[in-house]
Nanobody, 120 residues
Framework: QVQLVESGGGLVQAGGSLRVSCAASGSIFRINAMGWYRQAPGKQRELVATISSGGGANYADSVMGRFTISRDNAKNTVNLQMNSLKPEDTAIYYC??????????????WGQGTQVTVSA
């Protein structure tokens, strides 16, 4: 199994910055994509950003130019630097990792979520 532990998040005023991090541990053979998703109250979970094992990143249009995703393959960590935060960024942010424990089968694992609140 693979465990994901998230850290960071919190409360910030609009225009401020926050950083959330996620560390993967367990019986990891290989990690492929890593990413962040978010879910605001009353809304569906949505993709924020993903990053491939080679470092290629994709972002939701709503965060492009404000958020930066990065990863450390040696440490099995993924980070999301969030700048110029807006009240509409308020949500629970979830880390997601596609990993294999065997080198054969792949699964997507989810973190427990961390709250990000942006006040106006």
């Amino acid at each position: 199994q693979v465990q994901l532990v998230e850290s960071g998040g919190g409360l910030v005023q609009a225009g401020g910055s926050l950083r959330v991090s996620c560390a993967a541990s367990g019986s990891i053979f290989r990690i492929n994509a890593m990413g962040w998703y978010r879910q605001a109250p009353g809304k569906q979970r949505e993709l924020v950003a993903t990053i491939s094992s080679g470092g290629g990143a994709n972002y939701a249009d709503s965060v492009m130019g404000r958020f930066t995703i990065s990863r450390d393959n040696a440490k099995n960590t993924v980070n999301l630097q969030m700048n110029s935060l807006k009240p509409e960024d308020t949500a629970i942010y979830y880390c997601a990792v596609t990993a294999s424990t065997s080198g054969i089968a792949w699964s997507t694992y989810w973190g427990q979520g961390t709250q990000v609140t942006v006040s106006a």
